[in-house]
């Protein structure tokens, strides 16, 4: 079966540090990838989506960045860290360019200080 | 991808259906309607999903009407567990990205 996996799951940075949060698929080969980011009491807002391995897509012009070093790992990083980076940040995986259902991670909640 | 509306929140009595309207009056023909829902603190968890036809799945059932204009997601028997966030999104089949609006928050009551 096909699990997702997130670390660390809460994190608190200072503004200005540097940020990685990686994310992992089993169980399944060459899957889309996704990251998410919630703001508190906000909806869901993508980030990034990769089709495969180098290939990342960024949907919102910001001071993140992700890389795919491999087929089923997603990494999230920031070279200096904003308040307003603060959130609920989701990594999800889905297979197949018909797929209709995307899979969730349990997420990583960071907290800028 | 078209844009939904949903009503920002409603309540249920617990073991009642639980109705969530949404409406998607720009969508398009090759459109289908995805249900997702999150609650508190988790990732969104899929639900349910439809072209034209009525759907129906062990969680929810879907009615989309006739001009697709709108769609309905009932929870037949709401349970306390129920309480979430409930997401309608209208996409292509093929399109990678899922566009999260505010959704409707559904609070179940005993």
């Known amino acids: 079966s096909q699990t997702i996996h997130q670390w660390p799951a809460t994190l608190v940075q200072p503004v200005g540090s540097p940020l990685s949060l990686e994310c992992t698929v089993e169980g399944t080969s060459n899957p889309n990838l996704y990251w998410y980011r919630q703001a508190a009491g906000r909806g869901l807002q993508l980030l990034f989506y990769s089709v495969g391995i180098g290939q990342i897509s960024s949907e919102v012009p910001q001071n993140l960045s992700a890389s795919r070093p491999q087929d089923r790992q997603f990494i999230l990083s920031s070279k200096k860290l904003l308040l307003s980076d603060s959130g609920f940040y989701l990594c999800?995986?889905?297979?197949?360019?018909?797929?209709?259902?995307?899979?969730f991670g349990p997420g990583t909640r960071l907290t800028v200080t | 991808d078209a844009k939904t509306t949903q009503p920002p929140s409603m309540d249920c009595a617990e073991g009642r259906a639980a109705n969530l309207p949404c409406n998607h009056s720009t969508i398009s023909g090759n459109e289908y309607v995805y249900w997702y829902r999150q609650i508190h603190s988790q990732g969104p968890q899929y639900i349910i999903h439809?072209?034209?036809n009525n759907e129906t799945n062990e969680m929810a059932s879907l009615i989309i009407t006739e001009d697709r204009k709108s769609s309905t997601l009932i929870l037949p028997h709401a349970t306390l567990r129920d309480t979430a966030v409930y997401y309608c999104?209208?996409?292509?089949?093929?399109?990678?990205?899922?566009?999260f609006g505010a959704g409707t928050i559904l609070r179940v009551k005993s």
């Open positions: 999800a995986w889905s297979v197949g360019l018909a797929a209709y259902e995307q899979y």
């Open positions: 439809g072209l034209k």
């Open positions: 999104i209208v996409r292509v089949a093929n399109g990678n990205k899922l566009v």
